[in-house]
T-cell receptor, first 114, second 113 residues
């Protein structure tokens, strides 16, 4: 039982390049989330998916797109990376029957955009 | 939209000192409340949660938090901190019926041996 996994762990991009961050969970959770963590700003929600087939914008969606590929997987895409997107990205899932809305986090992806 | 305020950005304590970290939220309806901890180099993990019932909730590693509805607060406490409690602590709020969870900006705790 791996929980929430994310790939890659580290990535360096040049301005204008694109990439996709992958996230998968094996807990049969309905909801999945993408956050970015920046110093002094806590975690800010980029996009979330309340269930398979649905996605919604969070606080900071500009410059990102998401795909809920199936119940397990939720990917985040940067179409044209910008230095302002340098951050640590965390994927999370929730939906445990006894503890709704408790979120389980992946190990994070540290992204640097030059 | 709900918001969460954590007033202490950086706290430094000596081992065995008592800890209280403040958390206030701005939503008048029914909420679920959480404290998460992030140890250096690791991902966030749940410390404790409040959904309903006894407003004093106990979590892992000796932490507890008290929900005071009239003050919109959910402060985290520990009677005696250890060096291993050095971490960043995040308060989070979920409005009942909605999927989103809003996080505070975090408090970095440094415990000096």
């Amino acid at each position: 039982n791996a929980g929430v996994t994310q790939t890659p762990k580290f990535q360096v991009l040049k301005t204008g390049q694109s990439m996709t961050l992958q996230c998968a969970q094996d807990m049969n959770h309905n909801s999945m989330y993408w956050y970015r963590q920046d110093p002094g700003m806590g975690l800010r929600l980029i996009y979330y998916s309340a269930s398979e087939g649905t996605t919604d914008k969070g606080e900071v969606p500009n410059g990102y797109n998401v795909s809920r590929l199936n119940k397990r997987e939720f990917s985040l895409r940067l179409e044209s990376a910008a230095p302002s997107q340098t951050s640590v990205y965390f994927c999370a899932s929730s939906g445990a029957r006894l503890v709704p809305f408790e979120q389980f986090f992946g190990p994070g992806t540290r992204l640097t955009v030059l | 939209a709900q918001s969460v305020s954590q007033h202490n950005h950086h706290v430094i304590l000596s081992e065995a000192a008592s800890l209280e970290l403040g958390c206030n939220y701005s939503y008048g309806g029914t909420v679920n409340l959480f404290w998460y901890v992030q140890y250096p180099g690791q991902h966030l993990q749940l410390l404790l949660k409040y959904f309903s019932g006894d407003p004093l909730v106990k979590g892992i590693k000796g932490f507890e938090a008290e929900f005071i509805k009239s003050k919109f607060s959910f402060n985290l406490r520990k009677p005696s901190v250890q060096w291993s409690d050095t971490a960043e602590y995040f308060c989070a709020v979920n409005v009942r019926g909605y999927q989103k969870v809003t996080f505070g900006t975090g408090t970095k705790l440094q415990v000096i041996p």
